[in-house]
């Protein structure tokens, strides 16, 4: 009789775990679709931008400003993201941010001018900005502490694939020239996405922020099998829920808040001041650079570029939650800087006349080994600590204020990179960013904590409690 107990309760935690791991599947899965759409946006542009430029007869600043203008509209969309997130929840907002991406993938690809086109890369930027600030939010509340940096990096691969779609899809329509083809089909899996979303539950700290607490113990027990489990979670965030300011005014009462927030707007700045963005969205103008002069060359070579993207993010997916945030950090680092340091050395050898084919087959191997060493740390590593050091009181607004940071830092990069080429010259503009490594591998010692296997209550309790920035993860 016992022994029938026994099995019986064996096969109902079995059946209970199997439910809970499906679920978090799923989640994992319509969530990182936001991601796909962020990637599409990113690699898009690069495909379709000479040959916009050759119809329109574009300048310098001009292609700057159609770049750009999406990173000025992700930057409005982080902080109306906060808002939205903060009263509307987590699962609307990315139902918002989905659908104004039909819209300006729409949009942009019947422009009828260049002003219209950047009107609707507004739009678009917005979006981004939205799906940006939620996602990784959504996705660190609603993952468990030991697969939190997997999930958020399963997030950034999205995003990679979804670059690494935009280029093959750019790449098949360039032989026509369709640029208009190339930034109207990114439209597609927004479809997908606002399908997906039906189904997702909100995230149980949003829930209990709004004293939703049966909701939220709801959807606590179907992302866990262990009931006691997801009750002492419960009990963890309703302690967190004590403090009693909030946002804003939490931020300007408490310094503790005030280091988060410094630190996440810190990460965002280094992440975008690798470089990394300006071999994203202007791929082929490097590869031209370095020698490369036919269109079919410089698209076959961004393929490349989204390849290696896709593929080294898979480190860091398998590694994140293992090494841990910090190593990857000084190693990717490391390999950015060296990369840069190399590939501007190249660029002054062809400046200087020197034309051997082997210089301009080692620039492209540096821009792919400047790709690796991002994607295996800073792209989805800052992703993952910006949304872990928030207090839960402070959440949306501290994670705000970095993805608001992350789109001025993206928007100040393309919209700079060709006025520095033309007036430093390549050379000088890699070896700058290259000296920006160097340092950002100094803070990463002294300021960056160790977050790996340690729960975001546990982490806010050590915040607050007045611990170095450096020592909150332990």
């Not at 993938?105 to 739009?123: E, K, N, W």
């Not at 678009?124 to 600030?133: K, R």
């Not at 993805?403 to 000088?428: Q, Y």
Request: charged share 15%.
């Amino acid at each position: 009789m016992q022994e029938n107990v026994q099995e019986n309760y064996g096969l109902l935690q079995t059946a209970a775990e199997c439910k809970a791991r499906k679920m978090r599947l799923y989640i994992f899965f319509a969530a990182g679709m936001a991601g796909l759409l962020f990637g599409l946006d990113q690699g898009v542009i690069s495909g379709a931008l000479p040959f916009i430029t050759q119809e329109w007869q574009l300048s310098s600043n001009l292609q700057e400003w159609v770049v750009s203008s999406m990173m000025v509209g992700a930057a409005t969309g982080a902080v109306l993201a906060a808002f939205l997130s903060a009263k509307l929840g987590r699962k609307r907002s990315l139902v918002l941010g989905a659908s104004l991406f039909i819209v300006g993938s729409l949009g942009s690809g019947l422009a009828p001018s260049v002003d219209i086109l950047i009107v609707f890369r507004l739009v678009l930027g917005v979006s981004v900005g939205i799906a940006s600030y939620t996602a990784p939010l959504y996705l660190a509340e609603m993952a468990t502490k030991e697969s939190r940096g997997k999930v958020i990096s399963g997030y950034q691969l999205m995003v990679t694939v979804g670059i690494l779609a935009a280029f093959l899809s750019d790449t098949a329509l360039s032989y026509s020239g369709s640029w208009r083809w190339m930034l109207t089909v990114i439209a597609v899996p927004a479809f997908i996405l606002l399908a997906a979303l039906t189904r997702l539950p909100d995230s149980p700290r949003w829930l209990a922020t709004k004293g939703r607490f049966e909701e939220a113990k709801k959807v606590l027990h179907s992302l866990n099998s262990d009931a006691a489990e997801a009750d002492e979670e419960l009990a963890d965030i309703k302690e967190t829920l004590k403090v009693k300011q909030a946002g804003w005014s939490l931020f300007k009462a408490n310094k503790n808040v005030r280091r988060a927030v410094f630190l996440g707007v810190l990460l965002q700045v280094m992440q975008q001041f690798t470089g990394l963005n300006i071999i994203m969205y202007y791929s082929p103008k490097i590869l031209s650079l370095a020698g490369f002069a036919s269109m079919e060359d410089q698209m076959i070579g961004t393929v490349l570029n989204g390849i290696v993207f896709v593929l080294a993010t898979f480190i860091a997916v398998n590694m994140v939650d293992k090494s841990g945030r910090k190593p990857a950090l000084k190693i990717g680092f490391f390999v950015m800087a060296l990369s840069m340091f190399i590939l501007g050395a190249c660029l002054y050898a062809i400046d200087g006349g020197n034309t051997a084919i082997w210089i301009g087959y080692v620039s492209a191997s540096m821009t792919l080994l400047c790709i690796a060493g991002f994607a295996m740390s800073a792209g989805p590593v800052v992703w993952i600590l910006c949304s872990e050091i928030q207090p839960l009181k402070s959440r949306d607004f501290g994670i705000a204020c970095s993805t608001m940071t992350n789109w001025i830092s993206c928007a100040v990069i393309g919209a700079t990179f060709l006025t520095l080429v033309d007036t430093l010259g390549a050379a000088t503009t890699f070896w700058l960013y290259g000296v920006m490594d160097v340092l950002f591998i100094v803070f990463t010692i002294y300021l960056v904590p160790e977050t790996k296997n340690v729960s975001l209550e546990k982490i806010e309790k050590n915040l607050m409690s007045g611990k170095k920035l450096k020592n909150i993860g332990v």
